[in-house]
T-cell receptor
Framework: EADIYQTPRYLVIGTGKKITLECSQT?????MYWYQQDPGMELHLIHY???????EKGDLSSESTVSRIRTEHFPLTLESARPSHTSQYLC???????????FGPGTRLLVL | SQQGEEDPQALSIQEGENATMNCSYK?????LQWYRQNSGRGLVHLIL?????REKHSGRLRVTLDTSKKSSSLLITASRAADTASYFC???????????FGTGTRLTVIP
């Protein structure tokens, strides 16, 4: 298991709430990623970062935002959650120049 | 899928049998990786094969890559119940900032 952590693991909230999904890694990796994955489906990249103060949108349009103030943290925020945001969110990290990604356990989000 | 697909979508075998999963992709790649995902968990990296390699082994895993056909296969020999999981291929292409994941194969190994 990689040293990358996500909290909460499970979250059930009502529509309109603001939420932040936490991701942290202790490997000193510069690259970090957020993926969205519906059950039994492929992963879709929604955000990535190649270092502090660097954030980019991924291939899948998302209403979420991210920040990278510290190397080890890459939180994802939804300002106003909707049922369409219900999904699993996976965080990953990797070293610059290396292709392998290390994944956290994921956060399962249910918006009622 | 942006990059490709895996087949079969689901595979069920008896413990001890071999499992073969295939991955097809659409564009030229630098390398291809296979990941495993247990239900409700994150992905775990299994093996990476570069575009200039044709075959690679790691324990009970054997990966082949055919760049002319834009396809790869993952063979798990002597399967165990603990191999039950979803398996994803992921490709890395020049100019791309991220990996593109396939649709996954759900493997069930029956004890």
């Amino acid at each position: 298991e990689a040293d990358i952590y996500q909290t909460p693991r499970y979250l059930v909230i009502g529509t309109g709430k603001k939420i932040t999904l936490e991701c942290s890694q202790t490997m000193g990796h510069d690259k970090m990623y957020w993926y969205q994955q519906d059950p039994g489906m492929e992963l879709h990249l929604i955000h990535y970062s190649y270092g502090v103060n660097s954030t980019e949108k991924g291939d899948l349009s998302s209403e979420s935002t991210v920040s990278r103030i510290r190397t080890e943290h890459f939180p994802l925020t939804l300002e106003s959650a909707r049922p369409s945001h219900t999904s699993q969110y996976l965080c990953a990290s990797g070293e610059l120049g290396q292709e392998t990604q290390y994944f956290g356990p994921g956060t399962r989000l249910l918006v009622l | 899928s942006q990059q490709g697909e895996e087949d079969p979508q689901a595979l069920s075998i008896q413990e001890g049998e071999n499992a073969t999963m295939n991955c097809s992709y659409k564009t030229s790649i630098n390398n291809l990786q296979w990941y495993r995902q247990n239900s409700g968990r994150g992905l775990v990296h299994l093996i990476l094969i570069r575009s200039n390699e044709r075959e690679k082994h790691s324990g009970r895993l054997r990966v082949t890559l055919d760049t002319s056909k834009k396809s790869s296969s993952l063979l798990i020999t002597a399967s165990r119940a603990a191999d039950t999981a979803s398996y994803f291929c992921a490709t890395d292409s020049t100019g791309a900032n991220n990996l593109f994941f396939g649709t996954g194969t759900r493997l069930t190994v029956i004890p």
